[in-house]
C-alpha cells in the first residue's frame, strides 16, 4: 500500500513568490494533517482536515499560508507571498479514525527553501 | 513554557549500550504518549505508544510513563548502528491534536 505523497521533494524559491505544497494521503484514511518542522521548534502542527474540512487552523502561521482539500485524495497547503522564515520542512500526515491513538502517517516532507 | 520539552542531544553511544531517551510536559491532560523515529531525510514514523501510566515493551525498546513526575522514558537495548535517527516524542489528550517534543538525535557508534 502507497504511504503518504508529498510534492515536491524541495523546493527553492525567491522571496515573495508563492509557493504550492501537494499531499496525496494514504487511501481510505479520514483525517489529514499539515505540519512543519524546523530546528528551533520541532514539529509543529499548522492545520488538520477531517472528511475534508477544515477542523482546526489554529496553528497556521498568518493570513499568507492558506490549506485546501478539495477532495479525500489531495490536498495543498500554498504560501503567498512567501518570506526566507517560511523556510522548513513541511511534513502531510494522515489517520485514520481519532481519537483513538491510530498512528498518524507521514510523508516523507517537502523541503522549502525561500531566498 | 513549551509543552512538551525534550533535550535535542546530540546523543552518541557505542553499539551495544542502552539508551535513555527522555521527555516532560506540563499538561497533566496528556493521556497518550508516543514515540517516533525520524530518519535522516524522512518523515517520523510511530515506533510506540503507551496510554496513561505504564511500561510497555516491543523487543528492544520499552516505553516508561510516569504521570506523577510528568516525564516520560524510551529505552534502547543493545542499541544498533541502524538505531541512528532522531527520536521524537510526542502525546495528546483524548481527541486533541499530538503535541511534538523537538527531538533527540541519536547516534549509535559501530
Known amino acids: 500500500d502507497a504511504g503518504v505523497i508529498q510534492s515536491p521533494r524541495h523546493e527553492v524559491t525567491e522571496m515573495g513568490q508563492e509557493v504550492t505544497l501537494r499531499c496525496k494521503p494514504i487511501?481510505?484514511?479520514?483525517?489529514l494533517f499539515w505540519y512543519r518542522q524546523t530546528m528551533m521548534r520541532g514539529l509543529e502542527l499548522l492545520i488538520y482536515?477531517?472528511?475534508?474540512?477544515?477542523?482546526?487552523d489554529s496553528g497556521m502561521p498568518e493570513d499568507r499560508f492558506s490549506a485546501k482539500m478539495p477532495n479525500a485524495s489531495f490536498s495543498t497547503l500554498k504560501i503567498q507571498p512567501s518570506e526566507p522564515r517560511d523556510s522548513a520542512v513541511y511534513f502531510c500526515?494522515?489517520?485514520?479514525?481519532?481519537?483513538?491513538?491510530?498512528?498518524?502517517?507521514f510523508g516523507d516532507g517537502t523541503r522549502l527553501s525561500i531566498l | 513554557q513549551k509543552e512538551v520539552e525534550q533535550d535535542p542531544g546530540p546523543l552518541s553511544v557505542p553499539e551495544g549500550a542502552i539508551v535513555s531517551l527522555n521527555c516532560t510536559y506540563s499538561?497533566?491532560?496528556?493521556?497518550?504518549f508516543m514515540w517516533y523515529r525520524q530518519y535522516s531525510r524522512k518523515g517520523p514514523e510511530l515506533l510506540m505508544y503507551?496510554?496513561?501510566?505504564g511500561n510497555k515493551e516491543d523487543g528492544r525498546f520499552t516505553a516508561q510513563v510516569d504521570k506523577s513526575s510528568k516525564y516520560i522514558s524510551l529505552f534502547i537495548r543493545d542499541s544498533q548502528p541502524s538505531d541512528s535517527a532522531t527520536y521524537l516524542c510526542?502525546?495528546?489528550?483524548?481527541?486533541?491534536?499530538?503535541?511534538f517534543g523537538t527531538g533527540t538525535r541519536l547516534t549509535v557508534i559501530p
Open positions: 482536515f477531517n472528511n475534508n474540512v477544515p477542523i482546526d
Open positions: 500526515a494522515s489517520s485514520f479514525r481519532l481519537p483513538s491513538p491510530q498512528p498518524q502517517h
Open positions: 487511501s481510505g484514511h479520514d483525517y
Open positions: 510526542a502525546m495528546k489528550a483524548g481527541a486533541n491534536n499530538l503535541f
Open positions: 499538561n497533566s491532560a496528556f493521556q497518550y
Open positions: 503507551t496510554y496513561s501510566s
